[in-house]
């Protein structure tokens, strides 16, 4: 798993019912696009941001807890950071964390940079597709779906595929709050019976 999808599942989680959360983690990461539109390259600032967050903050919560602290002024913080980071990161990553401490929204870091690869996606036409299957999905399959999804949302949809045994011949897509249901959809319907074909074949050669 790469660690877009470690802060997306986590942020999932973080933000189902923190609203504050969602609009800083949009607030910030926009604010960051913009300031990468600057740099070389967009997309590689982007995956530095999300490997700090996912590779140091995220197995080492002691480390964000005292980032985040209250008990210690903003400014100590800012120094622990550069004294730890300074020539790790770039400089734009390291000026953008400075900023987020200073304005006390660094609890809040998962959000934005989940929001960060949410809103680099959408400026490249990409969309993050959540599947659940009743098992696991061949390389052919989830390129029938991508296909269908293509055809339907006009996006390049970037498939998150999770196996889920109670969806017994089941298949759900789920596109931001939108869900099709494969029983009510009829392209995603016919890859479904390819599954429960499948699915039968497995039980009966066993």
Do not use: W
Not at 135 to 156: D, P
Not at 158 to 166: K, N, Q, R, S, T
């Amino acid at each position: 798993m790469s660690s877009a999808d470690d802060i997306r599942q986590l942020a999932r989680h973080q933000t189902v019912l923190d609203v504050e959360g969602e609009q800083v983690g949009d607030r910030y990461a926009r604010a960051f696009l913009r300031a990468a539109q600057h740099t070389d390259g967009v997309d590689e600032a982007v995956e530095e941001l999300e490997q700090f967050v996912a590779q140091v903050l995220m197995k080492h919560p002691r480390i964000l807890g005292v980032l985040s602290s209250p008990l210690i002024s903003a400014q100590e913080r800012i120094q622990l950071l550069e004294k730890a980071l300074q020539g790790r990161v770039s400089k734009l990553v390291l000026n953008f964390l400075r900023v987020v401490i200073a304005h006390e929204r660094m609890r809040h870091i998962v959000e934005i940079v989940d929001a960060v690869r949410r809103l680099l996606d959408e400026q490249r036409g990409r969309v993050r597709v959540l599947v659940r299957a009743a098992t696991e999905l061949s390389s052919q399959e989830q390129e029938q779906l991508r296909e269908v999804l293509r055809r339907r949302l006009g996006k390049e949809p970037l498939l998150e595929v999770h196996v889920d045994p109670d969806l017994i011949g089941g298949l759900v897509v789920q596109v931001g709050d939108t869900v099709f249901d494969a029983s009510v959809v009829a392209q995603l319907n016919r890859l479904r019976s390819q599954i429960v074909d499948r699915c039968i074949h497995e039980i009966q050669s066993r």
